[in-house]
């Protein structure tokens, strides 16, 4: 399969815990995003990788987030001292090209904070 | 900021007849792309559409076809022949021509959640 690819799927964890979870991109994508849905939501833009530069940051995403994107291949987004409110579907995308091309989904990651 | 909004939570279409979901968006920007992405239960987000928004011409991929209305900032998606595979929920989507200062990144509605009456 050729596609986006998350890892893991579902992720149930302890309030408290830190987690990290890991998207591999096409492999010809330059560009990766990360984004956070919460049920009954759109997804949410968090940030965003142009090679391995990590260009964008929301203001979504608090100090206890931390993205990388070593060797501008996979990605790894961490979250630290994990809250409730971290539970939602984090989904990874990826592009490349010119800015308005298509941005091809992964199935997401599933966070449970309990 | 963009905004996009879905005013139909959800939507309802026999097999086979036509439904149009309905997306407004508010910009400052002339130039934008906007997207209609489908999320079927457990599986990826697939792109179904997209319009560059200095093209007049609407859009179409087979049974998919929007009315991108530029001054009214309206963007609805139309649905013939709907089937069953097209249940799913559908997310308009916008993105800005630019990069940096808050603009990476596509903004979206909260979505619509289409049924298909077999």
């Known amino acids: 399969d050729t596609g986006v690819s998350q890892d893991p799927r579902h992720k149930i964890t302890k309030r408290g815990q830190n987690v990290t979870f890991r998207c591999d991109p096409i492999?010809?994508?330059?560009?990766l995003y990360w984004y956070r849905q919460t049920l009954g939501q759109g997804p949410e833009f968090l940030t965003y990788f142009q090679n391995e530069a990590q260009l964008e940051k929301s203001r979504l995403l608090s100090d206890r987030f931390s993205a990388e994107r070593p060797k501008g291949s996979f990605s790894t987004l961490e979250i630290q001292r994990t809250e409730q409110g971290d539970s939602a579907m984090y989904l990874c995308?990826?592009?490349?090209?010119?800015?308005?091309?298509?941005?091809?989904f992964g199935q997401g990651t599933r966070l449970t904070v309990v | 900021a963009q905004t996009v909004t879905q005013s139909q939570p959800e939507m309802s279409v026999q097999e086979a007849e036509t439904v149009t979901l309905s997306c407004t968006y508010d910009?400052?920007?002339?130039?934008?792309?906007l997207f209609w992405y489908k999320q079927p239960p457990s599986r990826q987000m697939i792109l179904v559409i997209r319009q560059e928004a200095y093209k007049q011409q609407n859009a179409t991929e087979n049974r998919f076809s929007v009315n991108f209305q530029k001054a009214a900032k309206s963007f609805s998606l139309k649905i013939s022949d709907s089937q069953l595979g097209d249940a799913a929920m559908y997310f308009c989507?916008?993105?800005?021509?630019?990069?940096?200062?808050?603009?990476?990144?596509?903004?979206f509605g909260k979505g619509t959640h289409l049924i298909i009456q077999p």
């Open positions: 989507a916008y993105r800005s021509p630019y990069s940096g200062g808050g603009a990476d990144g596509l903004t």
């Open positions: 910009t400052s920007e002339s130039d934008y792309y």
């Open positions: 492999s010809e994508h330059n560009r």
């Open positions: 995308a990826s592009s490349r090209g010119l800015v308005g091309t298509e941005a091809f």
